[in-house]
């Protein structure tokens, strides 16, 4: 069964560096979701991804995020300058379709990122 | 701005108990779905309900969504160990993208 990637799967890192989180993205999926999870709360969304472009963000994802696609089948998430309260767990999801059938999301097993 | 809400946030209870968290939604949702997530998992898609008042079952799951299409339940009948995790609704408000707006949760823990 096709199934969303994610690496690294821990990454740690020091407060003002960059790091960048990747994933690979269900082979025929068209839409693509970075989420976040800090520990113990519930899981927030952070910005929807599509024909190259970004469909929508939320506010958390401010000028520090970026995303890509850089290739035809990996989706990155940019941290530019990381801070102690980015530390979460980040998941990457996707689906076939917007709305109606096969709009359900399918995520990844998530990158656990530790700011020092 | 939207939100989710989610009772009870935890719940104890013995293998062979039955279970059900409620989800509520600030304003109307164009569907909702349900995601199981394991102690250092990720979420795991259950199910989506779009119809008001649907109600749909897998095996000893049952969901509803609401008439009005602000809340919706999960009931698990005759818990076992393995349906052990958080329960998490997640609100989807159409428009022009998919972003899922969760709930709170709903830890089960389930005593053999």
């Known amino acids: 069964e096709p199934e969303v990637t994610q690496t690294p799967s821990h990454q740690v890192t020091q407060m003002g560096q960059e790091v960048i989180l990747r994933c690979v993205p269900i082979?025929?999926?068209?839409?693509f979701y970075w989420y976040r999870q800090i520990l113990g709360q519930k899981v927030e969304f952070l910005v929807s991804f599509y024909n190259n472009e970004i469909s929508e963000k939320s506010e958390i994802f401010d000028d520090q995020f970026s995303v890509e696609r850089p290739d035809g089948s990996n989706f990155t998430l940019k941290i530019r300058s990381t801070k102690l309260e980015d530390s979460a767990m980040y998941f990457c999801?996707?689906?076939?379709?917007?709305?109606?059938?096969?709009?359900?999301?399918?995520f990844g097993p998530g990158t656990r990122l530790t700011v020092l | 701005g939207q939100q989710v809400m989610q009772i009870p946030q935890y719940q104890h209870v013995q293998e062979g108990e039955d279970f059900t968290t409620y989800c509520n939604s600030s304003?109307?949702?164009?569907?909702i779905q349900w995601y199981k997530q394991r102690p250092g998992g990720h979420p795991v898609f259950l199910i989506q309900?779009?119809?008001?008042?649907e109600v749909k079952k897998q095996k000893r799951l049952t969901f509803q969504f609401g008439e009005a299409k602000k809340n919706s339940s999960l009931h698990i009948t005759a818990t076992q160990t393995t349906d052990v995790g958080t329960y998490f609704c997640a609100g989807n408000y159409g428009g022009a993208t998919n972003k899922l707006i969760f709930g709170t949760g709903t830890l089960l823990a389930v005593q053999p």
């Open positions: 999801a996707s689906s076939r379709t917007l709305a109606g059938a096969y709009n359900e999301q399918f």
């Open positions: 304003t109307t949702l164009s569907n």
């Open positions: 309900l779009v119809k008001s008042g």
């Open positions: 082979s025929n999926h068209l839409y």
